[in-house]
């Protein structure tokens, strides 16, 4: 059996030779008065051939009722039908399970390799914005040292060597001395004034600050819609690092944008509460809620940064939907 099949998937021997070795084969078993058990097998092998191999169900079944032609018994006849009814649905549940189990481990391959593609590309994603975040701190750094330096930096070196000449010229010509005097003065607030000057350019935006930032993603979200938007904020704000800041603002954004996408809700509310030993965010909608909540890369990448900073989301979609953030501090 194995043989013919080896045969029949050989593309190397045409169609004739295999016709003259099955020839061979009959004229064998016919000497020794086995033609009909040989052309049963035949036909068996033939038949798994077809149904397993060329996936040829229908012509594989019908091969498989040959050898009934050739039989005159009438009991074995029947015997030969129903034992050939019962193989061929044996081989074809089996072929249909291999099928099944193939389809089945094609599409584990292709989840696994869904999977590991998300996770380089939330990988990369995280490497970038610490990248940039690194980036842009080393900016402000440099450019906090060149304003200092250039703006501050001459006129404390200049006033240092007028209050030392002062100093030298006190004794022998007072008034000159108190004339040095009063310029370092001015020049010392003068001085004040630049760095006043510094710490204003170099500081943020009040739209740019944590829960105003907030406020204005809402805002622009709702924009345009009949939805509603709320904030609230309790407790000491200063204790929320800038990483944290980060993360509120990205579920923010995340969270409002699937509640106009797909809630139908006409509420937004988020509150923000520091309380003594976590930072509570809750953002939460009126509409429809979700059963079944699925994490998609929005909620997988917010879920990994909440971990990262050791606290724990929670999501609920029984009346509308909301999400939890506690991080501790």
Same mark, same amino acid.
């Given at each position: 059996?194995?043989?013919?099949?080896?045969?029949?998937?050989?593309?190397?021997?045409?169609?004739?030779?295999?016709?003259?070795?099955?020839?061979?084969?009959?004229?064998?078993?016919?000497?020794?008065?086995?033609?009909?058990?040989?052309?049963?097998?035949?036909?068996? +092998?033939?038949?798994?051939?077809?149904?397993?191999?060329?996936?040829?169900?229908?012509?594989?079944? %019908?091969?498989?009722?040959? !050898?009934?032609?050739?039989?005159?018994? +009438?009991?074995?006849?029947?015997?030969?039908?129903i034992s050939s009814i019962i193989l061929l649905i044996s081989i074809i549940n089996d072929s249909?399970?291999?099928?099944?189990?193939? #389809?089945?481990? &094609?599409?584990?391959?292709?989840?696994?390799?869904?999977?590991?593609?998300?996770?380089?590309?939330?990988? #990369?994603?995280?490497?970038?914005? &610490?990248?940039?975040?690194?980036?842009?701190?080393?900016?402000?750094?440099? &450019?906090?040292?060149?304003?200092?330096? @250039?703006?501050?930096?001459?006129?404390?070196?200049?006033?240092?060597?007028?209050?030392?000449?002062?100093?030298? %010229?006190? @004794?022998?010509? !007072?008034?000159?001395?108190?004339?040095?005097? @009063? +310029?370092?003065?001015?020049?010392?607030?003068?001085?004040? $004034?630049?760095?006043?000057?510094?710490?204003?350019?170099?500081? !943020?935006?009040?739209?740019?600050?944590?829960?105003?930032?907030?406020?204005?993603?809402? $805002?622009?979200?709702?924009?345009?819609?009949?939805?509603?938007?709320?904030?609230?904020?309790?407790?000491?704000?200063?204790?929320?690092?800038?990483?944290?800041?980060?993360?509120?603002?990205?579920?923010?954004?995340?969270?409002?944008?699937?509640?106009?996408?797909?809630?139908?809700?006409?509420?937004?509310?988020?509150?923000?509460?520091?309380?003594?030993?976590?930072?509570?965010?809750?953002?939460?909608?009126?509409?429809?809620?979700?059963?079944?909540?699925?994490?998609?890369?929005? %909620?997988?990448? %917010?879920? &990994?940064?909440?971990?990262?900073?050791?606290?724990?989301?929670?999501?609920?979609? $029984?009346?509308?939907? +909301?999400?939890?953030?506690?991080?501790?501090?």
């Amino acid at each position: 059996m194995e043989f013919l099949k080896a045969i029949l998937v050989n593309k190397h021997i045409n169609y004739c030779k295999i016709i003259i070795i099955l020839q061979i084969i009959f004229s064998f078993l016919f000497s020794i008065n086995f033609i009909e058990s040989s052309i049963l097998l035949t036909s068996i +092998s033939l038949g798994e051939y077809f149904i397993y191999d060329l996936n040829k169900i229908k012509l594989g079944s %019908i091969i498989y009722f040959i !050898p009934i032609y050739f039989i005159k018994n +009438s009991n074995e006849i029947s015997t030969i039908f129903i034992s050939s009814i019962i193989l061929l649905i044996s081989i074809i549940n089996d072929s249909i399970k291999k099928g099944q189990l193939l #389809k089945y481990s &094609e599409l584990e391959i292709k989840q696994g390799i869904l999977i590991s593609n998300l996770n380089n590309k939330l990988i #990369k994603e995280k490497d970038m914005q &610490e990248q940039i975040l690194h980036t842009a701190r080393l900016e402000e750094r440099n &450019e906090i040292s060149i304003r200092l330096h @250039d703006k501050i930096g001459h006129t404390i070196s200049g006033t240092l060597l007028q209050l030392e000449a002062a100093k030298i %010229i006190f @004794d022998v010509d !007072p008034k000159k001395s108190i004339s040095i005097l @009063d +310029s370092c003065i001015n020049n010392l607030r003068e001085g004040m $004034d630049d760095i006043r000057a510094v710490l204003r350019n170099i500081r !943020p935006k009040e739209e740019e600050l944590g829960i105003n930032r907030i406020k204005k993603i809402l $805002d622009e979200k709702i924009k345009g819609t009949n939805i509603k938007g709320k904030v609230k904020y309790e407790g000491d704000l200063e204790k929320i690092s800038f990483k944290i800041w980060l993360l509120f603002i990205q579920v923010t954004t995340e969270i409002t944008t699937n509640s106009i996408k797909y809630s139908n809700c006409d509420l937004i509310a988020i509150n923000l509460e520091v309380l003594k030993k976590f930072i509570k965010l809750e953002i939460k909608d009126n509409g429809i809620g979700c059963q079944n909540i699925k994490n998609g890369i929005g %909620i997988s990448s %917010i879920e &990994e940064r909440v971990e990262n900073l050791g606290g724990k989301l929670i999501l609920n979609g $029984d009346e509308g939907f +909301s999400v939890i953030i506690l991080i501790p501090y």
